[in-house]
């Protein structure tokens, strides 16, 4: 057979930058370096400075042309991925987590060339000092008090890694030590008059501490915040509330009231993008908006005019990627008299480079929206009521209280139609005119449905009850699981008309998937055909053992990790199953990187068993992930973990799949098909083992897995967008003898372009 030579071209896919309300008028890049923290300052003619954090030191850019900024010094530093600044006066103060001391530039010599590194403080009365070489980050305050967050040293004395107290007002090159704060530690905070709002990450609460005596700083109140990993604070204008952020995936900034400050209460807390796992980084108060990095959500801007209700009106997403992740938008500064708001970039161009963004406003005060909401029979307040305000450019959505009250709201004034829904009640849809600054009153009264008895029943391909096969029946209201009698049968006691999901599965059949229509007049009637399928909707009883201490197999949600561009849990299953649920190892509750992979031994994950030995031909269809890195650290090796699976019948172990660090299809779901004839003896106790392990006692390596749609069939099978494996082949392309791409349900000779060889195949499909 003569070799086709088939040139395959992929398309090269731009995305688009989204904005809304935020105008991008100008930026400046910085090549072959990475961002950090941004602030501004203001010379004494009404000139404007972004004043920039980057990986390799510090830059001053000036902002007299906001569409075409110009750099006008740079001052190079020991690199590391933290750079804080912060201004008093003419002055530029700096930390950084490298051991470079504190960092304090004569903004008055824009040559760059006059600075300090200072790293020992000393008492101007009774002699004590610190030192530190290193800090997180840093706040000054209308006074001059210098907040240092997150000291160290590496000379082996132990400064306060909580807050160090410098003035700053009294030397600006020579700042004195004043006291100290060391009950936790604090990632970022800022102070107004005599009290910080410390963001305490490793504890996941906002403190608030009295600093009016600087050498003996005493804790007002604390609150845990929503996803507890607490990173920075911010406090109104009036003083009256803070507003905090969660370096967490798919975390909330939330609002909280102070005006008793031995019982602080959270009044909102509200998502950017939710369920897009990104996670939000520095906050900023500025009037009655809330001004916020997001890493891979860019910069968002939120109205709280009335802290209960907070309500997004803008935002400039500056990141080609989504989700969770380290890259992006690192910090944001709306302060500048101009009105302009600029924001660093971590990584965010095309070449991986730092990127300062220059923003002009086009958002006002939000539409406000309150109302009620009851039961329309009896009058009765109706609590977890759904209130969503359609054709929003954001999304938008609240409940009603245990008193049926709601607030909501949005960006741009307009008529809108709002719909109202609950469980158990007909949907209504109103319509109301917002207008921008103004709050809108609008009730509802929700009409409760009739309910009914539903009953079903799950069969075989001859009509034979199948018993305790699993039953899911649900729609975005409603919820039904059970499992059925010796019968068959199953019932639901109290059900209502509607569009419902409805899955049955059973090992030794194939799980059934299907939406349905569902009144009191229904038959539920659910046919399962035999054979071996598990996209894990059900808990078919595999098993997990190992010895790993963190990363063991888990059958859930998967919630996705990355780091540097490379993906590593997977963000949700694969598509086109009945669920989202897959095996994983470890669902990374917490959205980090190596929070919850495979640690210090092996995770092995293995099927039920189940019976090949009838005599005909056996394909195997699965999809597997496997990502590895992250070696290195405090001595230990670089990464060269693996993920095997398996094929056993009882007596005999083949595998079946080696993936390594080197695999070209590491970090993404990848369906694999074996003819397992070709490999085993096929016997009545069949067995698949997926195992994977970090042996490194040293450095710690990031390993994560995945496995899902595990399938048996007679025939081979198609995979979406053609997509097939075979012996381990990653399939790129499938052609004619003419060298056209052809549909595989075609039967006639198909070539099979791998990426590492053309092989001929006769599909067939049964």
């Known amino acids: 057979m003569k070799k086709i030579i088939i040139l395959l071209f992929m398309p090269f896919i731009m995305y688009g930058q989204t904005n809304f309300n935020l105008g991008l008028i100008g930026s400046y890049e910085w090549p072959a370096t990475e961002g950090s923290d941004i602030w501004g300052w203001v010379d004494g003619n009404g000139n404007e400075y972004a004043l920039v954090g980057l990986n390799d030191g510090f830059s001053c850019v000036n902002l007299l042309a906001p569409s075409n900024p110009v750099e006008e010094f740079y001052i190079s530093d020991i690199n590391s991925t933290w750079r804080d600044i912060k201004t008093w006066g003419n002055y530029a103060y700096i930390t950084t987590e490298a051991d470079a001391g504190l960092l304090i530039v004569d903004m008055t010599d824009m040559t760059g060339g006059t600075y300090w590194h200072v790293s020992s403080f000393v008492h101007p009365t009774n002699g004590s000092s610190v030192e530190f070489t290193a800090a997180h980050n840093l706040y000054i305050d209308e006074n001059g008090i210098c907040y240092i967050f997150g000291a160290s040293s590496n000379t082996g004395s132990s400064p306060s890694d909580g807050a160090i107290f410098l003035d700053v007002a009294a030397n600006a090159t020579a700042p004195a030590y004043l006291g100290e704060w060391e009950d936790q530690y604090i990632h970022d905070g800022m102070a107004r008059g005599d009290t910080m709002y410390a963001g305490c990450i490793y504890t996941g609460e906002l403190y608030v501490v009295d600093v009016s005596n600087k050498s003996n700083p005493t804790t007002l109140g604390t609150h845990l915040t929503p996803n507890a990993f607490t990173h920075n604070a911010w406090v109104s204008d009036d003083g009256n509330f803070v507003f905090t952020t969660d370096e967490q995936s798919d ?187 103004v709050i809108t009153i609008l009730d509802a009264a929700l009409q409760p449905l009739v309910s009914f008895i539903a009953n079903g029943m799950v069969i075989d391909i001859v009509g034979n009850g199948i018993a305790n096969a699993n039953v899911v029946i649900y729609n975005n209201d409603f919820t039904f699981t059970m499992t059925t009698d010796a019968n ?167 595998v079946l799949e080696t993936m390594t660090v080197n695999s070209p299809d590491m970090g993404q779901w990848n369906s694999r098909s074996f003819d397992l004839g070709q490999h085993i003896t096929l016997t009545s106790t069949m067995q698949l083992i997926i195992e994977t392990a970090d042996w490194d006692a040293l450095g710690g390596h990031w390993v994560e897995g995945g496995f899902d749609k595990f399938e048996i069939t007679n025939a081979i099978t198609t995979i979406n967008d053609q997509e097939l494996t075979i012996n381990q082949g990653k399939l790129i392309k499938i052609v004619d003898v003419l060298g056209r791409s052809v549909n595989p349900t075609v039967k006639t000779p198909l070539f099979y372009i791998y990426d590492d060889r053309t092989v001929e195949k006769r599909i067939i499909i049964e």
């Open 488 to 654: 068959g049968n199953f019932s639901i006691n109290t059900m209502y008309e509607g569009n419902y999901e409805v899955i049955a599965g059973q090992w030794g059949y194939i799980t059934s998937c299907d939406n349905e229509y569902i009144d009191g007049s229904s038959s539920i009637t659910i046919t399962l055909e035999e054979g071996y399928y598990d996209d894990f909707t059900f808990d078919f009883s595999w098993t997990v053992n190992g010895g790993a201490s963190a990363g063991m197999w888990e059958r859930g949600l998967s919630e996705g990790t990355s780091s540097q561009g490379q993906d590593f849990n997977p963000d949700g299953d694969v598509n086109n199953d009945c669920m989202d649920f897959a095996y994983v190892t470890g669902l990374n509750a917490g959205g980090q990187t190596g929070s919850n992979d495979v640690d210090d031994a092996n995770t092995v994950l293995t099927s039920p068993i189940f019976d090949l030995s009838s005599n005909q031909s056996r394909y195997l269809s699965y999809y597997s992930w496997f990502s590895n890195g992250g070696g290195g650290w405090g001595g230990g090796s670089p990464a060269d973990d693996s993920l095997t699976i398996s094929i056993s019948n009882g007596s005999t172990t083949v």
């Open 251 to 437: 975390a909330y900034l939330a609002a909280y009231d102070i005006t008793t400050i031995n019982n602080i209460q959270e009044v909102d807390r509200i998502q950017s993008n939710p369920g897009e796992l990104s996670i939000p980084h520095n906050t900023h108060v500025d009037g009655n908006f809330l001004i916020t990095s997001y890493y891979r959500d860019g910069t968002t801007v939120h109205d709280i005019t009335y802290p209960h209700n907070m309500i997004q009106v803008a935002y400039y997403d500056s990141y080609s990627g989504a989700g969770n992740g380290f890259d992006g938008c690192w910090g944001t500064y709306p302060f500048l008299p101009s009105g302009l708001i600029i924001s660093s970039e971590i990584n965010s161009s095309a070449n991986q480079s730092a990127k300062l963004m220059i923003y002009e406003r086009g958002f006002a005060q939000a539409c406000y929206l309150e109302g009620n909401v009851t039961d329309a029979l009896t009058g009765n307040a109706l609590t977890g009521a759904s209130v969503k305000i359609l054709n929003t450019t954001l999304a938008n959505s609240s409940s009603s209280n245990l008193l049926g009250d709601y607030v909501s709201g949005t960006a741009n004034a307009a008529i809108y139609d709002i719909v109202f829904s609950k469980p158990g009640y007909l949907t209504d849809t109103l319509s109301a005119s917002l207008t921008n600054g």
